[in-house]
């Protein structure tokens, strides 16, 4: 994914690599609506449909959109004569940097940098917006899903919380505070790393603030999280940041 917006690549667009060859085969450019777009996006089990969010020149909020893979090879851009032909649906609930798909294909959740941030929570198969997870009114740039993809991870961002809430209700219900199953409060700083060890016991969660802030105890760097006592067992210096 090309987000777009720099001085020497200014459409953004999105690149597919032939995995074998390791080589670019096609890149498809948004030429006509479109500022910029997450830094991550998400297949459906099939592989025929990207799901890749879009903000608005304007100034308004995001949109995601479920875009048709096949028609990547007719064209090279995204443009106002061929974007029907595209996007099947799209949602307008606002656009950010995480897109974070449940093992089996089924959730998948957006976060929204505009109008009342959080995460979306989408049903991927019948193209359906769920609702939105409030996650203290922030947009955190990444997720996990636990492997039995009942509980979703993420983070509070700025506000420093590695979070996790029990999916197990959705569709029907979409989480809230009250569904919280982790709240382990890292002190300061921009949380943007989320990884989960697969055997589930563990969550790794980046701090990428230097210096550490007087007063406070460092959590800068990689800190492991113990599901079961829900507590930082170790901190591994550095500055991690979106994976």
Sequence with gaps: INTGGSATLKQPGVSIFDRKTSTVTKTVRFTTGVASSGNFANVNPDGTELWLCTNDPAGGVGTVNVIKTAVFTKYSTINSTNKNEFISASFNVGCGVQSTQTPDGKYLFTSSDQGTKGVNVFDVKNHAYLGNITNANTAPHVGAVSADGKTYYTTTSAK??????????????????????????????????????????????????WPVPAGKTSTSGLNVIDLTSKSIVKNLPGRPHNY
């Design 160 to 209: 420093s919380h590695a979070v996790g809430y029990d999916i197990s209700g959705l569709p029907a219900k979409v989480p809230t505070d009250a569904d919280k199953v982790l709240d382990v409060d890292l002190g300061y700083g921009g949380l943007h790393a989320v990884r989960l060890h697969p055997n589930g016991k563990y969550l790794f969660v980046g701090n990428n603030t």
